[in-house]
T-cell receptor, first 114, second 112 residues
């Protein structure tokens, strides 16, 4: 069975802290994605990666960075957390760089920045 | 620019009644089309997807969707909803690369 796991379901951080969100997939997928989900805005793509050490900006990359040192793991980094980064963060993966691939999602991390 | 519109933010349906969730897109060609469901506190699960061919697509949990090119629509339907169908539903499009563009979602409430 396909599995995408995220390191935390809930996180509470203080403004200015460095925050790491981890995502692991066990399907040997090429692509991995980070989204944030906010009420009324749907899912917005922050960054994605199509190979180890490769990344591309999504629609809202400002304030975020990513790291993919191993194929199965994709990390989202908030260098200095701010209250407007309070959100639900979803990780996803898909098999390869062609159109129409299904994305498989993790359960999400709900981040609160105080 | 490509876009996805889900015009209904929130829909309430009685258990056992039929359901239709609307999705419209803007794009110059036929995209790949998806419906995902998100149960409370969970990630997204694929319900169904359309690539080409038969315009009526069957999915999991008794859902189906119909692609209508003339209306640029991909509406999701279910003949009889169950209380467990209460969730948020997202329509999404892919334009031939690895990225998905999502609609803003429709929240479904089921009343007994």
């Amino acid at each position: 069975d396909v599995k995408v796991t995220q390191s935390s379901r809930y996180l509470v951080k203080r403004t200015g802290e460095k925050v790491f969100l981890e995502c692991v997939q066990d399907m040997d997928h090429e692509n991995m994605f980070w989204y944030r989900q906010d009420p009324g805005l749907g899912l917005r793509l922050i960054y994605f990666s199509y190979d180890v050490k490769m990344k591309e900006k999504g629609d809202i990359p400002e304030g975020y960075s990513v790291s993919r040192e191993k194929k199965e793991r994709f990390s989202l980094i908030l260098e200095s957390a701010s209250t407007n980064q309070t959100s639900m963060y979803l990780c996803a993966s898909s098999q390869n760089r062609v159109g129409g691939e299904t994305q498989y999602f993790g359960p999400g991390t709900r981040l609160l920045v105080l | 620019a490509q876009s996805v519109t889900q015009p209904d933010i929130h829909i309430t349906v009685s258990e056992g009644a039929s359901l239709e969730l609307r999705c419209n897109y803007s794009y110059g060609a036929t995209p790949y089309l998806f419906w995902y469901v998100q149960s409370p506190g969970q990630g997204l699960q694929l319900l169904l997807k359309y690539f080409s061919g038969d315009t009526l697509v069957q999915g999991i949990k008794g859902f189906e969707a119909e692609f209508k090119r003339s209306q640029s629509s991909f509406n999701l339907r279910k003949p009889s909803v169950h209380w467990s169908d209460a969730a948020e539903y997202f329509c999404a499009l892919n334009f031939g690369n690895e990225k998905l563009t999502f609609g803003t979602g429709t929240r479904l409430t089921i009343i007994p």
